[in-house]
């Protein structure tokens, strides 16, 4: 869902569930000419708080680190990037609320 809302935006999905020894990035996508390294974070109901909030410090160090990987792997360390947050909400019965934060 979090591809496909990515894509209707424009974006160009590259990889999905990309692995390195810091952890794995969701997605990696194109946006213009900028590399999008995308954490997607699911709930299907609010009791421990909206999705978004469970991307902390330490999960911004991994998928900074996962990035900086991915990017030396594929030579590609001089290329513009960001790291963005996608949070889905399945709200039982109702339609997913999405949320994307650009540049956490």
């Keep these: 869902m979090a591809a496909q809302f990515l894509t209707d935006l424009g974006y160009k999905i590259i990889d999905r569930q990309y692995r390195t020894r810091f952890g794995e990035i969701d997605l990696v996508a194109q946006d213009g000419h900028e590399l999008v390294f995308v954490e997607v974070k699911t709930r299907t109901n609010l009791e421990f708080g909206h999705p978004e909030e469970a991307v902390h410090s330490l999960k ?14 594929r030579k590609l360390e001089s290329a513009s990037h960001r790291y963005d947050v996608v949070a889905i909400t399945w709200i039982e019965g109702g339609v997913p609320e999405i949320v994307h934060l650009k540049a956490v």
């Design 60 to 73: 911004l160090s991994r998928m900074s680190a996962a990035g900086d990987w991915y990017l030396r792997e």
